[in-house]
């Protein structure tokens, strides 16, 4: 996956052709963790944001969302999508203020030097507030 092998964040939006067709933006590059998507001008409508986590670094807790992550998708009123450098993937319910784990470690292609258990067991669901006690914000 492009975003291990470069230790950079990218991101994207799946949305809706003023035809009704599902279509892509472009993937951007971002940095080592953070990426901001850019919407199309005209004719898109977003539904769901995209963006992967960056390489595995056993000092950065990157297996799951983060509050930030959510608070954007709620902003633009879309769910979203994470991959992580674990290769595990998660849905954000913004509405709902939940992320579940669609996927588990390995399901999706999984930096070389991923070790499980860094950030701790990862469960299937986290809320909100869960998140923000993950990430000490609390």
Do not use: K
Not at 64 to 70: E, S
Request: hydrophobic letters at 25%.
């Amino acid at each position: 996956m492009r975003s291990i092998e470069t230790d950079r964040e990218y991101c994207g939006y799946l949305g809706s052709l003023p035809d009704g067709r599902l279509a892509f933006t472009e993937m951007l590059r971002g940095r080592r963790n953070t990426c901001t998507p850019r919407l199309p001008r005209t004719g898109f409508t977003p539904i769901a944001s995209m963006h992967t986590h960056g390489a595995y670094d056993p000092t950065v807790s990157a297996e799951f969302p983060t509050v930030q992550d959510m608070d954007s998708d709620r902003r633009e009123g879309v769910n979203g999508y994470v991959a992580t450098p674990g290769g595990r993937l998660w849905y954000i319910d913004s509405s709902a203020e939940v992320v579940i784990q669609i996927c588990g470690p390995g399901c999706l292609p999984q930096d070389r030097n991923f070790r499980d258990g860094d950030d701790g067991p990862t469960r299937n669901r986290y809320s909100r507030d869960e998140l923000r006690i993950l990430e000490g914000t609390n």
